[in-house]
Each structure stands twice: as C-alpha cells, then as structure tokens.
C-alpha cells in the first residue's frame, strides 16, 4: 500500500484564514461564513473575481500560517509512519499566484507549513507540487499510490487520473451531489485512518 494525499483543503484546513484575510482585507464581514460562502461573498462585489483573487494569494502565500491541519489527520500521518505505510502528498499549486505573480513563492509556504508542524522531516513523506491537474494525475501514477485522498471529485474525473488507483474523497462538508465518482467518501481523518490502516 502507498497512500497519495491532496494538501490544499484536505490536510491544511483554510477556512479560518480566508476568513481573516476577508475581514483584514476589508472586503467582507466574516460572520462565520466558510470557504464558499465567502468566495460567493466576494464575487458579488465591484471587481469581486479580482477581489477572491487577492485573498487567495494572500491566504495560500504569507497567511498560510493561520491555517490549521484538519482534525485528525496528524494522528494519521503518525499511525501510518507507525505501521510503515508509505504517504506521498500531490498538490496542484502554481508557485506563485496569478493576483501576486512576485509575491510570496506559494510551494515553498506550503513547504514550510508542512515542516513547522511535523509533517514532513528530511525529505519524508516526498511532496510534489504540480502546475496542471493532468501533472497531478501523472504523479500520482509514477508515484505508485494504490489510493488517494483528494476533497476535489474533479481531480478522480480527469481522464488522466490513473486507473487502478482508488478513489477517495474527503468530504467533512457533506458531498455536494458528485460523490459518485468517489470509490469511497469520508467525512473525517479518524474514519480515514480506520479505514486505510490496520
């Protein structure tokens, strides 16, 4: 077994950063809203596509720090290195934003986020990062994971995306009526871990 994981959405959890950055930005009253809502939010506003562009880049750039891992997935990461199950982590990233093309290199913000809290020492678990979702598909075939977890059905519909692999979705939104492409769909790390490691 190889387990492939998704990072953006599926190991850093966002939400309370783009919150943050909605309100420090001044473009939006948080009031709670999530990802989607606030994404929503925005695009309603004069120049409201620029707008979401701008926290974006600001989110996944220098605010990264304000994200937090997703309840329970440490404590995956720590039981497959205890039972030996290999984990690579394939993120579809640009290295840096469309809305700040000389801002912060966004790969090597990830990088380090997944360094200070422990979720990769010397090299381990390898991550890549990819330009397109056809790249992302591709490594997670060269790779050789036998499943990966992603919380975008999209990627598991790109023709790239190698067969053999399973298919599953982290979902701890609910699904939102595409999860059929799913082999399987969870709503947490700990139902992840119980049911990918012994």
Known sequence: MRIGIDLDNTIINYERAFANAAAALGLARTGGAGKTELRDRIRLLEAGEEQWMRVQAHVYGPAIDEAVPYDGVEAFF?????????????????????????GTNLRTAARAWLEARGFIHAGVPEVYFESTRQEKCERIASTGCTLFIDDLTEVFEDPAFPQGVERWLFAPAGTDGHAAVADRTFASWTALREAALP
């Open 78 to 102: 720590e039981r497959a290195n205890a039972c030996g199950v290999p984990i690579v982590i394939v993120s579809h990233k640009s290295e840096y934003a469309a809305a700040a093309p000389s």
